[in-house]
């Protein structure tokens, strides 16, 4: 996966407020790159350094095998939850309807300006690997 992109998510996931989460696909829109899928895979393997908790399924499930540290997290912030949190196997979720980050216009404008640095250092790489020369085939192509 591309620096670029992780750094955009993480600086992404650095603005969302306590209190507030959005799904990993939200990421993927806000920055107008990836998917949801791709959103995961840079907070499985880089995202213990912001607040994770605050990125999760767009179902409200918090994220996999980390739902204990999560809901202490949620607590500790007030987040909005729905079900049962006690018990021995607990069923709650973040009640998205509530919980779910609305960036203002000050976020919007700092959520453009990483995506803007997400998509130059994209053309910048497509426009290197354009300009280099490909390979002739061997006797040219033949139809």
């Known amino acids: 996966m591309r620096a670029e992109y992780v750094e955009a998510v993480l600086d992404v996931v ?9 799904s990993y696909g939200d990421i993927a829109v806000l920055l107008e790159s990836g ?27 918090p ?3 980390h739902d204990a540290t999560a809901l ?11 079900g049962d949190t006690s018990g021995e196997h607990p069923s709650w979720r973040v ?8 960036p203002a216009d000050t976020d919007f404008d700092a959520i453009d300006a990483i995506a803007a640095r997400l998509h130059c250092a994209v053309e910048d790489a ?6 280099e020369k ?8 033949r139809s």
Not at 14 to 22: D, F, Q, R, S, Y
Not at 95 to 102: E, I, L, P, Q, T
Not at 134 to 141: A, D
């Open 95 to 102: 009640a998205m309807s509530s919980a779910r980050w609305n």
């Open 72 to 82: 202490m997290h949620y607590r500790e912030e007030g987040t909005a939850l729905r």
């Open 63 to 65: 994220p996999l095998c």
């Open 35 to 61: 998917g949801p899928r791709q959103v995961g895979s840079v907070m499985s393997h880089h995202g213990s350094a912001v607040t994770w908790w605050r990125v999760i399924q767009a179902s409200g499930k």
């Open 14 to 22: 650095e603005l969302i407020p306590a209190g507030h989460v959005v």
């Open 126 to 131: 497509t426009e290197t690997i354009s300009a």
């Open 134 to 141: 490909m390979s002739e085939p061997r006797g040219g192509l």
